[in-house]
């Protein structure tokens, strides 16, 4: 059985950092971070491919690190300079395709169970 378990995840203040974690059962070619704030439809944060590619959403570029460990099978977000705006369930997606996936949500057939972060001002 596939299992994607994140953790985590809490409160901050603005400005402040925090890092998310994301262990698997099994290695995947591509994983990413989804978030989905209340109201809003979830969307992709980063994507990081097995060999190391990865992709953004133009919100976090430059505040928003994601790694992989491959021998962990564990995934990684370093998030910095962290906005009230950021607050929302962060996800961890897994897939495993030929090609990266990138940010491409339907790609992505295994999820976790999600980790709440909420950035205060």
């Known amino acids: 059985q596939v299992r994607l378990v994140e953790s985590g995840g809490g409160s901050v203040q603005a400005g402040g950092s925090q890092q998310l974690s994301c262990t698997t059962s099994?290695?995947?070619?591509?994983m990413a971070w989804f978030r989905q704030a209340p109201g809003k439809k979830r969307e992709g944060v980063a994507g990081?491919?097995?060999?190391?590619?990865?992709t953004y959403a133009d919100s976090v570029k430059g505040r928003f690190t994601i790694s992989r460990d491959n021998a962990k099978n564990t995934l990684y977000l370093q998030m910095t300079n962290l906005k009230p705006e950021d607050t929302a369930m962060y996800y961890c997606?897994?897939?495993?395709?030929?090609?990266?996936?990138?940010?491409?949500?339907?790609?992505?057939?295994?999820w976790g169970q999600g980790t709440q972060v909420t950035v205060s001002s």
């Open positions: 997606a897994a897939a495993n395709r030929g090609v990266f996936a990138g940010l491409l949500m339907q790609w992505y057939n295994y």
């Open positions: 099994r290695s995947f070619s591509s």
């Open positions: 990081i491919s097995s060999a190391g590619s990865t």
